[in-house]
């Protein structure tokens, strides 16, 4: 095992550099250096071996986690470009989403106050569609576009939106345990 610890996540994988990537191959890539790396292959060599597999395994599966899931694998790409669209100062967006921000935590509220699973449910939809059209945007801007300012707007957006998702369900889990 000769580990290049400085290879970036997609050169990790075999993978082109951009936000749409094809995930049976990244599965596949996965499982295959998973299979290299796993430390239940080095249970029987040396300690600095043993580190290293830990250390090569870890690595192999923060990258995969990154790169599988599309707001992680946007905000790998903005900072390779060297912008933190996450970072604490991060917080600017447009006003016009703002507004829409304030009318669904409304939203939220409203139906938990009401213990309204449906509109709990119709929000969550709603949130769905929303980070499906972020997600669409997010793959013109940075693969077609490379419009980098306006992905870390749009990267920004979608952290909202998938936060508030996770609300909603918690919300609808919180109504179906009572």
Do not use: C
Request: aromatic share 8%; charged share 30%; proline share 3%.
């Amino acid at each position: 095992m000769t580990p290049d610890f400085s290879a970036d996540h997609f050169t990790l994988f075999g993978l082109p550099a951009a936000f749409r990537v094809d995930g049976a191959a990244l599965d596949q890539a996965w499982r295959q250096l998973q299979a290299q790396v796993h430390p239940d292959r080095y249970a029987h060599a040396g300690e600095a071996e043993k580190r290293l597999s830990m250390q090569w395994a870890t690595r192999v599966n923060e990258a995969y986690q990154t790169l599988r899931e599309p707001l992680r694998r946007a905000d790998y790409l903005l900072q390779r470009r060297g912008i933190h669209a996450l970072g604490e100062r991060q917080t600017a967006l447009p006003a016009e989403f703002l507004m829409q921000q304030m009318e669904w935590r409304e939203g939220l509220q409203d139906a938990q106050q009401a213990r309204d699973a449906g509109s709990l449910d119709a929000l969550r939809r709603v949130l769905k569609r929303e980070a499906t059209q972020l997600t669409d945007l997010l793959a013109q801007q940075l693969d077609a576009e490379g419009a980098w300012d306006a992905a870390a707007d749009t990267v920004r957006k979608l952290r909202f939106v998938q936060k508030l998702a996770e609300d909603v369900n918690l919300a609808l889990a919180a109504l179906e345990d009572d």
